[in-house]
């Protein structure tokens, strides 16, 4: 059976580097004395690999959710803006109203001394 290093590996399953190098380290994938990992323990642990196309597919759909989430989170950051913006002007509003009635509070208390 044919026999394949760590990137080539990788590459087929579509996994990082990493994460085979993780299934080395745990012991549920063995690699030779060559470095090389043979294409049935692959089989073994990982199963068939997938198709260009499925991997193609599986990609765009993946691609499309985090457009989609993306584009969720920039609408959540724009009403959250909007919120903040509307609160600060809440905030400066009362600061003046404060200001305006310490000062006729003050007037007042001018007179009367």
Known sequence: MKK????????LYGYSRQAIYAHINKGNLSKGSD???DFSE??????EPQKKEDT?????SINSQNLTEVDLL???VDILEKQLNQ???RENQSLE??????GKRNANHTFQS
Do not use: C, D, P
């Open 87 to 89: 609160a600060i002007q």
């Open 42 to 47: 692959a089989l073994r642990v990982f199963g």
């Open 74 to 76: 920039k609408r959540q």
């Open 35 to 37: 470095g090389l990992i």
């Open 97 to 102: 109203r404060e200001s305006f009635y310490q």
């Open 56 to 60: 193609v597919n599986q990609s765009q």
């Open 4 to 11: 394949l290093s760590v990137s080539e590996l990788a590459k």
